[in-house]
């Protein structure tokens, strides 16, 4: 290519100056890129040796004095680059502005072209082969997006593990109040508190089958919630199918009849239906409400959840009532349902502690029914039993608040009357004693003859402070009401302590 470096001498009799050319297109031969020199006629001034290897042309396809449009169609007869591109490209060098654009080679490499213009009104542009950049960059972007893939799904991740060890705080939590819970009421309370931070947004509400086990009783709510007082157990498609039921407005799915009945405001889109199961034995239900703006994907999540928190629940209700029953069977009496005698005196104990430590007062009543062997023996002992229980139900009845009933052991009761006076006592009694006397007892296909109780009547202030004397002392009215011919009231004498 040597022959053609001649339009570098631009005088032929300049020595000096024909050197400086060659030095000139031995620099320019040794770059990377390819460069053509268009004069403003579109002819082809210069070009250094490394365009060809560039291009992938040969010698023949660029000449000197070469006319651009020229050497723009060959390229477009070679496929690298179209007839758009050419005609593109004739226009941008009209404007006198510096452009760029990209060619393919059949080999598969891009070529970058930049045109810059002169300041005689021609333009030099050169080749850059950018075919490892370009290739650079894509992978360069791809590992990018791969990066940024990653990253996003170990913060989805990450994010999912906070929430998980924040719920299983949550639960963990809940779990510890529920265990120290000592009754269904403070149960309630603490399922109240929590349910709104381990499910937020919701409404629910909880409900637990009666002792007739033909329905559910209201319990508690949260997060705004409202609570039928009873719901039928086939009002509920989780209790009939036995297991959890999620209802999706306009998926495939019935409302449970309880949800329709409701009296909300508002028509619901997705509800859960939790069975609360306690050793294999359904207790109750637990309903949740999701808001409206709730997605699909938010409700399938909170499913899960709700599941847990329907274990964790069920049994702490579970432990709440095996204990209630077996302090029920140490300290009441398994006919009458009042207190037994060993309840009764520790209360009298705590009581009488109280009261000295306080300066205040409370009453002892101590009675029994009379003649009652005669029911027993005339009627049978059955009928004893429900004399027995009917004198229990009206003793439930008037001491349902702050008093503690008591079967003292056969037909004796007696009843502890905290901060009552012994005059007050005394007017309890006369009301007990009238209460007890209307009692009518069917029996059979009649009626049991009236019963009476005697009533003795004894307190803190005039017979204490020991817990035996105060007994005594109404055990002694008591045997003077028998005497004075029964069905009567009477108070012990102070000074006969």
């Not at 060619?103 to 050169?126: C, D, E, H, M, W």
């Not at 409701?262 to 050793?279: F, K, M, Y």
Request: hydrophobic share 40%.
């Amino acid at each position: 290519m040597r022959e053609q470096r001649q339009p570098f001498i631009a005088d032929p009799v300049g020595a000096c100056d024909t050197f400086r050319q060659e030095q000139m297109l031995e620099v320019l031969n040794q770059m990377e890129q390819g460069i053509v020199v268009w004069d403003s006629d579109q002819n082809c001034l210069m070009f250094n040796e490394r365009i060809f290897v560039v291009l992938e042309i040969s010698p023949t396809d660029l000449f000197v004095g070469m006319k651009r449009e020229m050497f723009l169609d060959k390229a477009v007869q070679w496929g690298v680059i179209t007839a758009g591109s050419k005609e593109e490209a004739q226009a941008r060098f009209q404007t006198g502005q510096p452009f760029s654009f990209d060619r393919s080679l059949p080999s598969g490499k891009v070529i970058s072209s930049f045109a810059r213009p002169l300041g005689q009104g021609g333009y030099v542009v050169t080749f850059t082969d950018v075919t490892q950049f370009r290739k650079d960059a894509a992978d360069l972007a791809v590992a990018k997006k791969a990066a940024e893939k990653a990253e996003t799904k170990a913060l989805k991740m990450l994010a999912k593990e906070q929430a998980w060890r924040e719920e299983a705080k949550l639960l963990g939590d809940l779990d510890e109040w529920l265990q120290s819970c000592k009754s269904l009421a403070e149960l309630f309370e603490v399922v109240t508190q929590f349910m709104t931070k381990l499910l937020p947004d919701t409404a629910g509400e909880l409900y637990l089958y009666s002792n007739s086990r033909d329905v559910l009783d209201g319990a508690c709510v949260w997060g705004g919630g409202e609570v039928h007082e009873h719901i039928a157990p086939d009002s509920c498609w989780a209790l009939r199918r036995g297991r959890g039921y999620r209802y999706e407005a306009g998926g495939i799915g019935l409302q449970c009849s309880h949800v329709k009945d409701h009296p909300r405001q508002r028509e619901v889109e997705h509800t859960l239906c939790v069975p609360i199961v306690a050793h294999g034995d359904t207790v109750g239900l637990m309903h949740v409400v999701y808001p409206e703006n709730a997605s699909d994907a938010e409700v399938r999540q909170g499913y899960e959840f709700a599941l847990q928190c329907g274990e964790h629940i069920s049994l702490a209700i579970a432990n709440v009532k095996l204990r209630d029953e077996l302090h029920d069977q140490s300290t009441r009496d398994a006919l009458t349902r009042l207190y037994n005698r060993r309840y009764f005196l520790e209360a009298m104990r705590t009581e009488a502690s109280m009261a000295a430590r306080k300066r205040s007062d409370f009453s002892l009543l101590s009675f029994d029914a009379d003649k009652f062997k005669s029911f027993n023996d005339n009627h049978g002992h059955d009928a004893g039993d429900m004399v027995l229980r009917a004198i229990a139900d009206k003793m439930h009845e008037m001491f349902s608040d702050g008093a503690t009933p008591c079967r003292f052991g056969g037909e004796e009761f007696s009843v502890l009357l905290p901060n009552v006076t012994g005059t007050e006592a005394y007017d309890v009694a006369e009301e007990l004693r009238r209460a007890v006397e209307e009692i009518k007892i069917r029996y059979g296909s009649g009626e049991l003859p009236p019963v009476t109780i005697s009533i003795g009547v004894a307190s803190f202030s005039d017979h204490g402070p020991l817990l035996q004397d105060i007994i005594n002392a109404a055990d002694r009215a008591l045997y003077q009401a028998k005497k004075d011919g029964r069905n009567c009231v009477r108070a012990a004498d102070a000074e006969a302590q």
